[in-house]
Structure formats: structure tokens, C-alpha cells
């Protein structure tokens, strides 16, 4: 109930569509020069450092990526990309290797201020219960700036710090996992990211460790005609536990921007990885002139016998989304999850979903995905479900609701349901509806305001999602879906 | 008190109400009777300030301020209220959710302070009792999965909780059965009070055996064409609408 309150609270408080996060700073930086060669992957290595197997393995993806062509099935349409007149790699001068906060550009840390995320530790800590503390990797275009509470999870046994950090510190992990789960080869933007990923973060818990917090990275583009490619590894070791929330925001500006970010997870027996997005990328503005293309890859690999994979998803930001976050089912036993909740407005562009590939027997998996077009935007789930021959007692469960504000917005739905043993039982539910005059008239007959109305109902249709989200994601969640649909009531 | 003057609407230019004339006092109950399509459910919704419909001319007073100009939501907070023929469902959004926000919202506009989930919960639970509603259906979402009964009794505790100064029951009879009728019937009774009029709308004498009227209008093709007593009610049961049914005009 004070969620709801809070919300319809925050729309009032709100300009009409004022992207909150638009502002940008200066921030002098240090820059691969624009473009793409293999100069500039070896520049990359370079600067982090990277051992020779590393920068042949990004020249090797970058010549597959040569050979490549830009995925076009999904529905979207955008003008074609340059990739030469890209920065590949942009990193804040004064923040190379800092140590300690006290080493972080004070220009930096007010970005973050400003973005309302914690990085001193005693701030952090300031009114918090110890099991709700969160620790925070700050990723700033290329690099991540600053790592919290690594010495107490280290204490755990648990590993977190930029993954640029963990090829020197934990080589042997890094050269085990990184491109098991989406190898160089997968697909055309994550090739290009295995070529020319800068930073991201690095996870691994123990066997048999519960993660004493909750992992957290904010990414941050600042910089003009910079894409990002960031890379986040997270490894769960036998029996062990960990949740993963990431946040994402770009300041506005008129040309769009390119994120092309891979994902992968990988959790060994008995192990559960839950990871968590609100990715709240600029969007454009109200005539689609800017934003992020936000071309992503994400998959887990339930690589041990009851091992769990959770995705859940708020996805309320980006000019395109084009994203499928996937669980590889190969331990038997096993489950993956996925929740979504995907809302577009003005002229945004959704094309998101899930892939369930069932390889192990008595494999289970949920989908449960709530899409929400407002203005003229368009909103598509696409979804795999899978079962290989020897995936027998595969079972999974799809429901799919989109809802659709307005006369302008398209809702669409492409399911692909594979099944190769007699014995997998797929079940697929899908429903399309409006928030209809109806509702609106009885809720403000009742004394509610189009807007409230409006953010009630919504509310109400993405509750089964916005239960599966860490408490504190929750409350920004709800807050989020009420301003991305700002000026959605005619 | 509800004052409807000379009200002229049409919707794509055909003519639903015409030249239409209603006053309810304060404390009184009026009965709205008449044929289908003869335009009582137009008349609540105009009044209530749905969208669909082109008000020509005419006014529709509420306490002496005119409402036309005004969004729903404003009206609900000046204190109409409409009990629908067929409550809407909200789907995820829990009943005493719904309920807490609608009030809260009304009592904010007014410059009031917002109830404290105590205060709330007390006068919900008093409500609810005298109207059979259940703690589950409370936590159940808003007439989703609910039986017709239940749904009007719903409306009728919505009333109950945000005590309008003027309240029309749009056909809350339909659909009932004779318990449910009662029950609601009860309910519409423990509220009538000398500062609040009520315009109920109906095709059956029925409703208002238990609901019993101070006046009664009988409208037909978009106008009052009779005004009486209670025993006029008895009138048209025994004789039918067919006196009224000629075909509405049009514009």
C-alpha cells in the first residue's frame, strides 16, 4: 500500500518526461583513439595489462567478428550503425587503478552522488541493517571506478572486484570460465564485445558459501560517441548462494549510444545465482531522437545437478532493447527463471525474452513476462523454450502478458516452443489487453487521477514480477514504472 | 442536492438526453424508472463525467456548483458517487489497496489528512461486517474472480467508505438474488442521512420494497415524462413501461 502511494507521490513530483539521470559531467578522459582495428583491441589490452592468451583471444574474436553480419530478424529499426565512429575505449584520467576512495576523482564521486549510490562504506552503513547491505562495483564508461566491501566479503571467501582486476588476481578462474557460457563465436554484438569489452564485474562465491550481501554494479556512460562493453562473469561454486542486482543509467544526449554487454553465470551443483536488472538507460526523447542501443547477451549455465538460475528484469529505459537472458539447463535437476517486466513509451523499441534450453532430465523452467507499450512505442517478447532428446520429465511453464496503454503502441508475441522427447510438457500462456476507458472511469469515479489510476493498474499488472526483486529494487522499480509512463494518459 | 437542468447530450450526433429536468433534495431518495435505452445509465455517467458523451446544453449542479468542467476524480472528491451496474475489475491491485488509495486521494484533494492504515483498517472492518464482506475478499483483487453479489455489495462498501453527499446506484438490483438484495438494500438504508440525496436507478419495483423511495420519476426516450410518489412504482409494475416505449427521437 505505501509503495503505491510512493509512486503515485514520485509522479506528481515529477516534471513531465524528464529522464532524472540525463545530466553529464566533465570528466577528462583517456581515450582509444575512434574506431575499429586490430590496433585498437590491442590498445585495450594494453592498457589492462592483459596477458598474451587474453589479447589473442579478443584478436580472435574480433576477426570472427569481421566475418559477421548484423542480426536482423529481431523487430526494431534503426539507421545503420558506423561502427568506426565509435570510442572503444574511454576511461576517467585520474581514476587509473585508484586504491582507495580517497585516490577516486572527486569529480567522479559526485556523479555518483548525484546518481544516489552509495560508495563510502560508513555512508553505506549509515541506518542499515547488516543483511541488507549491498556492495557496489561503479562502472564509469570503460572502467570500473570503485569496489565496496571487498575486504569484508573477502573475509567470506567471496570474490568481487573488476573483472580488468581479477586477470591479474585470479587468472586461472578468469581463463576457466570467461567465454564458456557465450563463447567469442555466439553472436554478432557479443563477438564485438569479447573483442573490445573494457571492464565490468567479477563474482565467485565458494562451495558451499551463502554470500553474506547483496552484489551490485551501476554502470554509467558519460562520455560523447563512447560505446560501452562491459563484461560481468559471476561463478557459483558447489552449494554456495549469491544475488546479483545491476543499474544502469547515460546522460541525455541527442546521438545514440551503443551498449553491447555480455553476461554470463554460471552456477556448479546444488548452486543458486539470482540476478537482478533495472536497466534504465536514456531512452530518447518524446520524438526518438537519442539513446542507448542496448544490445545485450545474458546467459547462465545451470552447469551443475540442482543448480538455479533466476533472471528477473525491469527494463524501462533504452532507445532499442534487444535482449534475451538465457539459462542453459544442462545439470540435471535443475531450474531456471526468468521475470520480466518491459515497459516502453514515446518511441522506444522492446524486442526482449527469454531462451530456455532443457539439456538435463528432470529440468524445470518458468517464464513469466509483462510487457507494457505506451505512446508510439513497440514491445515485442520473443522466447525459446527448448528440450533436447535426452532432457526427459523437461518441464516448463510461459506466461505472457502484454498490456497496452493508448491507440499508438504494438504489443507482439513470438514464442518458439522446441520439443525433442516425447516425455517434456511445455505450457505456454499468453494474454494482450488495454487498460480499458472502463478502468480508468471506475478508478477516477473513486477519486483517483488519470495518472493514478494509471500507475495502480500497471502496478497491478506486473505485481507476480515485482515480487521476485530484491526489497530495495522493488521500491525503485515501482517508482521507475510510474515515471517511464509519464504523459501515457491522453 | 443535485440539481440537473435543461441537459441536452448526444454521442455522434444523436440525441441520448433531452432537454432534461431533475432535482433530488438533500435526504431524499429518488427512484429512476423507465424502459431500456430510455437513458438512465447515460444520465449517471454524464453525471459522473464520463468522456464518451457531448453535453449541448444545460447544466448539472452538485450543492449549487456546476459540475461539467470538472474530471471525474474531482467530482468524486466533491462528493458524487456511483455505484455501477457492472463493477470493473482491476486485476493485481488488492481490494483494500484500491480502497485505501481511492480514500486517501479524496481526502487529500479536499486538503484533508491522509487515514493512518490503523484508522483505515477500522473503518473497513466496521463496513465490511454489516455487508458480509469477507478479510479474504479484502485481500482478493477488486472484483476480479467475485461473484455479482459480491461485486455490488464491493461498490456499496466503497460508498460506505468514502460517504459521498450525493450517491447514485446504477441498476444495484440486477443480478441479485433476494438475500444479496437484502443484504444490499441494508446497506443503501444505513446510510440515508438528511445531508445525503440518492438517485437510485432501477427497472423493478423490487429493490424498492426494501429501498423505499420519497419520490419516483419515470424516464423514457431521454427525458422525465412522469414525476409521483412511491405509489407510482407500484403503478408501473402492474402496468409495464408499454405507455412509454414509443421510439427515441432523433436529432
Given at each position: 500500500m ?9 509522479v506528481?513530483?515529477i516534471?513531465?518526461?524528464?529522464y532524472?539521470?540525463?545530466?553529464s559531467?566533465?570528466?577528462e578522459?583517456?581515450?582509444a ?18 596477458p598474451?592468451?587474453?589479447t589473442?583471444?579478443?584478436l580472435?574474436a ?13 523487430r ?9 565512429n565509435i ?14 576512495l580517497d585516490e577516486?576523482d572527486?569529480e567522479?564521486?559526485?556523479v555518483?552522488?548525484k546518481?544516489?549510490i552509495?560508495l ?32 569484508e566479503?573477502a ?8 573483472i580488468?582486476e ?6 586461472d578462474?578468469?581463463q576457466?570460465y ?5 563463447p567469442?563465436?555466439?553472436?554478432y554484438?557479443?563477438t ?8 565490468g ?14 552484489l ?5 556512460i558519460?562520455?560523447?560517441?563512447t560505446g560501452?562493453?562491459?563484461?560481468t ?8 548462494y549469491?544475488s546479483?542486482l545491476e ?6 544526449r541527442d546521438?545514440?549510444q ?20 533495472v536497466?534504465?538507460w536514456?531512452?530518447?526523447?518524446a520524438?526518438?531522437?537519442g539513446?542507448i542501443?542496448?544490445?545485450v547477451t545474458?546467459?547462465g ?7 538455479k ?6 527494463e524501462?529505459g533504452?532507445a532499442?532493447?534487444w535482449?534475451y ?13 526468468f521475470?520480466s517486466i518491459a ?10 525474452g527469454t ?5 538435463g532430465?528432470?529440468t524445470?523452467?518458468r ?15 520473443r522466447?525459446?523454450?527448448s528440450a533436447?532428446?535426452k532432457?526427459t520429465?523437461?518441464?516448463n ?9 493508448g ?8 514464442p518458439?516452443i ?5 516425455t ?5 500462456e ?12 471506475y ?8 495518472e493514478e ?6 502496478n ?5 514480477v515485482?515480487q ?17 509512463l509519464?504523459?501515457?494518459?491522453g | 442536492m ?7 447530450v448526444s ?22 424508472m423507465?424502459?431500456n435505452g430510455s437513458g ?9 463525467g464520463?468522456k464518451d458523451?457531448t453535453?449541448?446544453?444545460?447544466d ?5 456548483e456546476?459540475?461539467l468542467?470538472?474530471e471525474?476524480?474531482v467530482?468524486?472528491?466533491k462528493?458524487?458517487f456511483?455505484?455501477?451496474?457492472y ?8 481490494t ?7 480514500l486517501?486521494a479524496q481526502?487529500?484533494?479536499r ?5 493512518s ?28 474472480g467475485f461473484?455479482?453479489?459480491?461485486k455490488?455489495r ?16 446504477d441498476?444495484?438490483?440486477s443480478?441479485?438474488?433476494?438475500d ?13 442521512a438528511?445531508g445525503r ?7 423493478y419495483?423490487r429493490l424498492?420494497?426494501?429501498?423505499v423511495?420519497?419520490?419516483?420519476h419515470?424516464?423514457?426516450q431521454?427525458r ?5 410518489g ?5 403503478e408501473l409494475?402492474?402496468?409495464g413501461y408499454?405507455?412509454y ?7
Amino acid at each position: 500500500m505505501a509503495a503505491v502511494q510512493e509512486t503515485v507521490d514520485r509522479v506528481k513530483a515529477i516534471d513531465v518526461s524528464e529522464y532524472k539521470y540525463g545530466f553529464s559531467f566533465d570528466i577528462e578522459s583517456d581515450k582509444a583513439p575512434k574506431g575499429l582495428n586490430e590496433e585498437t583491441v590491442r590498445f585495450i589490452s594494453a592498457k589492462k595489462n592483459e596477458p598474451a592468451w587474453l589479447t589473442e583471444w579478443r584478436l580472435g574474436a574480433y576477426r570472427r567478428w569481421l566475418t559477421m553480419l548484423e542480426p536482423r530478424w529481431a523487430r526494431v529499426d534503426y539507421p545503420k550503425i558506423d561502427y568506426q565512429n565509435i570510442y572503444y575505449y574511454s576511461a576517467p584520467k585520474t581514476a587509473a587503478g585508484p586504491k582507495s576512495l580517497d585516490e577516486v576523482d572527486p569529480e567522479l564521486l559526485k556523479v555518483y552522488a548525484k546518481l544516489g549510490i552509495p560508495l563510502r562504506e560508513q555512508e553505506a552503513l549509515a541506518g542499515i541493517s547488516p543483511e541488507r547491505r549491498i556492495a557496489v562495483d561503479a562502472v564509469f564508461d570503460s572502467v570500473s571506478v570503485v569496489t565496496t566491501f571487498k575486504e569484508e566479503l573477502a573475509k567470506a571467501g567471496v570474490i568481487f572486484c573488476p573483472i580488468s582486476e581479477a586477470v591479474h588476481s585470479h587468472p586461472d578462474l578468469v581463463q576457466k570460465y570467461l567465454g564458456s557460457v557465450v563463447p567469442t563465436t555466439d553472436n554478432y554484438y557479443a563477438t564485438l564485445n569479447s573483442a573490445v569489452f573494457s571492464d565490468g564485474s567479477f563474482v565467485y562465491v565458494p562451495p558451499g558459501v551463502r554470500c553474506p550481501m547483496e552484489l551490485s554494479t551501476y554502470f554509467r556512460i558519460n562520455e560523447q560517441n563512447t560505446g560501452q562493453f562491459e563484461r560481468t562473469l559471476i561463478i557459483a561454486g558447489k552449494g554456495s548462494y549469491v544475488s546479483y542486482l545491476e543499474g544502469c543509467t547515460a546522460p541525455k544526449r541527442d546521438e545514440n549510444q551503443l551498449h553491447a554487454a555480455v553476461v554470463e553465470l554460471i552456477a556448479l551443483d546444488d548452486a543458486e545465482i539470482k540476478y537482478s536488472t533495472v536497466q534504465n538507460w536514456y531512452p530518447g526523447d518524446a520524438d526518438g531522437k537519442g539513446g542507448i542501443y542496448n544490445f545485450v547477451t545474458k546467459r547462465g549455465d545451470c552447469r551443475g545437478t540442482n543448480s538455479k538460475i533466476s533472471w528477473t528484469q525491469v527494463e524501462t529505459g533504452s532507445a532499442i532493447t534487444w535482449k534475451y537472458p538465457s539459462c542453459i539447463l544442462r545439470g540435471d535437476n535443475s531450474r531456471g527463471e526468468f521475470y520480466s517486466i518491459a515497459i516502453s513509451n514515446g518511441r522506444q523499441q522492446v524486442d526482449s525474452g527469454t531462451k530456455m534450453i532443457h539439456l538435463g532430465k528432470n529440468t524445470t523452467s518458468r517464464v513469466i513476462s509483462k510487457g507494457i507499450s505506451a505512446g508510439r512505442s513497440q514491445n515485442t517478447y520473443r522466447g525459446l523454450i527448448s528440450a533436447h532428446r535426452k532432457a526427459t520429465g523437461a518441464r516448463n511453464f510461459t506466461n505472457c502478458d502484454s498490456l497496452l496503454i493508448g491507440n499508438s503502441s504494438g504489443a507482439h508475441t513470438v514464442p518458439y516452443i522446441e520439443s525433442k522427447t516425447p516425455t517434456a510438457q511445455f505450457e505456454h500462456e499468453a494474454t494482450t489487453s488495454k487498460i480499458s476507458e472502463d478502468q480508468l472511469f471506475y478508478c477516477m469515479q473513486r477519486g483517483l487521477s488519470g495518472e493514478e489510476a494509471t500507475a495502480l493498474i500497471v502496478n497491478g499488472f506486473v505485481r507476480d514480477v515485482l515480487q521476485q526483486l530484491p526489497m530495495e529494487f522493488a521500491v525503485e522499480a515501482q517508482k521507475l514504472i510510474a515515471i517511464s509512463l509519464e504523459g501515457s494518459v491522453g | 442536492m443535485l440539481e440537473v437542468n435543461n441537459l441536452n447530450v448526444s454521442v455522434n450526433g444523436r440525441k441520448l438526453l433531452d432537454d432534461l429536468d431533475l432535482t433530488v433534495r438533500d435526504g431524499e431518495v429518488a427512484a429512476l424508472m423507465g424502459p431500456n435505452g430510455s437513458g438512465k445509465s447515460t444520465l449517471s455517467h454524464v453525471i459522473a463525467g464520463r468522456k464518451d458523451y457531448t453535453v449541448e446544453t444545460g447544466d448539472i449542479l452538485l450543492n449549487g456548483e456546476s459540475l461539467l468542467n470538472l474530471e471525474p476524480d474531482v467530482r468524486a472528491a466533491k462528493g458524487l458517487f456511483l455505484a455501477f451496474q457492472y463493477p470493473i475489475e482491476i486485476p493485481g491491485v488488492a481490494t483494500l489497496t484500491f480502497l485505501k488509495a481511492a480514500l486517501n486521494a479524496q481526502r487529500k484533494r479536499r486538503g484533508q489528512e491522509e487515514l493512518s492504515t490503523p484508522d483505515f483498517m477500522k473503518r473497513v472492518k466496521t463496513s465490511a461486517g454489516k455487508l458480509k464482506i469477507s478479510q479474504d475478499m479484502l485481500r482478493r483483487a477488486l472484483n476480479v474472480g467475485f461473484s455479482g453479489g459480491e461485486k455490488k455489495r464491493m461498490d456499496i462498501l466503497q460508498m460506505a467508505l468514502l460517504e459521498p453527499s450525493f450517491a447514485i446506484l446504477d441498476e444495484t438490483d440486477s443480478g441479485l438474488d433476494i438475500d444479496a438484495l437484502r443484504i444490499v438494500a441494508e446497506g443503501v438504508n444505513a446510510l440515508r442521512a438528511p445531508g445525503r440525496g440518492f438517485l437510485v436507478i432501477t427497472h423493478y419495483q423490487r429493490l424498492l420494497d426494501y429501498v423505499v423511495p420519497d419520490t419516483v420519476h419515470v424516464m423514457a426516450q431521454g427525458r422525465i415524462v412522469r414525476s409521483g410518489g412511491k405509489e407510482l412504482a407500484v403503478e408501473l409494475e402492474k402496468n409495464g413501461y408499454s405507455d412509454y416505449n414509443a421510439e427515441p427521437a432523433v436529432a
